[in-house]
T-cell receptor, first 112, second 112 residues
């Protein structure tokens, strides 16, 4: 079945550091890929998405590129802020099905 | 503004009791989902629905049931609550394939 694997957290970075959170997936067909963010005490919010190979999703300075050859969708940001502290979930939606499979989440803590 | 709301936000119940968690969305979305969030597991799909009178089992459906009598609501029932069902529960809805899923703020359920 479908699965998503994320790097283990927590990840602790200093403000203005470069962020990479790795995500790889296994799926049949051509899934759509998503990054969701969960701030403390809240539900998940969509951060960015890509629906086909080589697409780049971007939002709020975050980027991720859909790499079919490596089945990856790594999240990057050039300069993190304290306000980026949250849990980040990589997710996929399989072709033909309208449900989403999530990774285990990666907690990011940014310190001043 | 359209939204998705869950109630209650917090609940404590005893082992063996029946519990129902409410989810209501005002987007008129056809797709609705219930997830549970546990440390080390991320979000796992419990049940989902593609429309009125449609319900489907997810990967962790044992001990849970849902019904979809209208577009707006997908209540989740724990038939006989167990301590293993202590978790944070999230409801979500989406319009169609490849579109963003909108999440409620979650219900923290404790079974004692």
């Amino acid at each position: 079945g479908d699965s998503v694997t994320q790097m283990e957290g927590p990840v602790t970075l200093s403000e203005e550091a470069f962020l990479t959170i790795n995500c790889t997936y296994t799926a049949t067909g051509y899934p759509s890929l998503f990054w969701y963010v969960q701030y403390p005490g809240e539900g998940l919010q969509l951060l960015l998405k890509a629906t086909k190979a080589d697409d780049k999703g971007s939002n709020k300075g975050f980027e991720a590129t859909y790499r079919k050859e490596t089945t990856s969708f790594h999240l990057e940001k050039g300069s993190v802020q304290v306000s980026d502290s949250a849990v980040y979930f990589c997710a996929l939606e399989s072709g033909g099905y309208q449900k989403v499979t999530f990774g285990t989440g990666t907690k990011l803590q940014v310190i001043p | 503004d359209a939204e998705i709301t869950q109630s209650p936000r917090h609940k404590i119940t005893e082992t063996g009791r029946q519990v129902t968690l409410a989810c209501h969305q005002t987007w008129n979305h056809n797709n609705m989902f219930w997830y549970r969030q546990d440390l080390g597991h991320g979000l796992r799909l419990i049940h989902y629905s593609y429309g009125v009178q449609d319900t489907n089992k997810g990967e962790v459906s044992d001990g849970y049931s849902v019904s979809r009598s209208n577009t707006e609501d997908l209540p989740l029932t724990l038939e006989s609550a167990a301590s293993s069902q202590t978790s944070v529960y999230f409801c979500a809805s989406s319009e169609s394939r490849d579109t963003e899923a909108f999440f409620g703020q979650g219900t923290r359920l404790t079974v004692v």
